[in-house]
């Protein structure tokens, strides 16, 4: 069973740099058993939650000396870091230039509007439709391929795959081409007597 000193003694780690993990691994105690006396512990949980807000202060010191010193030795990075968050002459300001405009009919001018984001999807839902009418036509009575898993590619994915089928054709047309004639190259055999050789002709 784990003393009183040794759970103060923890505290008194995790109070330097707020780290649970190695504060646990230097003092030989599992990281679970610290955090099953904080649930079982109320008073234990208040004094660990204290440790480890000041541990966090005091490795935030830590960590804005060693800035300091880095802009000490002119780091650019550092010195940009320190006047973004320091000064409202440097502050980076984020701000967004989107503007979303909802289809709204002004009253005084029926039928008019300026564009926006209902036009713009409404006409690239159009324009959808129409490349994959056109597609569809264009591929009606041809072999549509397999996709490269072996599965077959379904209409309303044609357009996705229409590189793809497109390459797949020129391809097939190479190897077409490239595939001997019979009917035209061959020339019919005819039934000559088989040549002698020299050699073996009399005299």
């Known amino acids: 069973m784990i003393d009183t000193e040794t759970r103060q003694k923890l505290l008194n780690e995790i109070r330097k740099f707020g780290n649970v993990y190695l504060s646990c691994l230097k003092i030989g105690v599992d990281k679970a058993t610290?955090?099953?006396w904080k649930q079982k512990n109320k008073n234990f949980k208040d004094k660990a939650d204290e440790a480890e807000n000041m541990g966090r202060e005091n490795i935030c010191d830590v960590?804005?000396?060693?800035?300091?010193?880095?802009?000490?030795?002119?780091?650019q990075r550092s010195i940009e870091f320190v006047l973004n968050h320091n000064s409202e002459r440097y502050?980076?300001?984020?701000?967004?230039?989107?503007?979303?405009?909802?289809?709204?009919?002004?009253?005084?001018?029926?039928?008019?509007?300026?564009?926006?984001?209902?036009?713009?999807?409404?006409?690239?839902?159009e324009e959808y439709e129409k490349d994959l009418v056109r597609f569809k036509e264009q591929y009606k009575d041809v072999e549509i391929p397999l996709k490269a898993d072996g599965s077959?590619?379904?209409?309303?994915?044609?357009?996705?795959?229409?590189?793809?089928?497109?390459?797949?054709y020129k391809k097939k047309k190479i190897d077409e081409a490239k595939m001997p004639n019979n009917t035209t190259d061959s020339k019919p055999q005819t039934n000559k007597p088989p040549a002698i050789p020299q050699e073996n002709k009399k005299v």
Do not use: F
Request: hydrophobic share 30%; proline share 4%; net charge negative.
């Open 34 to 36: 610290y955090y099953r």
């Open 63 to 75: 960590a804005e000396h060693a800035l300091l010193q880095n802009i000490k030795d002119k780091n």
């Open 91 to 125: 502050k980076q300001k984020q701000t967004s230039n989107v503007v979303i405009l909802h289809k709204t009919e002004p009253k005084d001018m029926p039928g008019k509007h300026e564009l926006c984001i209902e036009d713009i999807l409404m006409r690239e839902t």
């Open 152 to 168: 077959p590619i379904a209409e309303d994915e044609l357009l996705h795959y229409e590189a793809y089928i497109e390459e797949w």
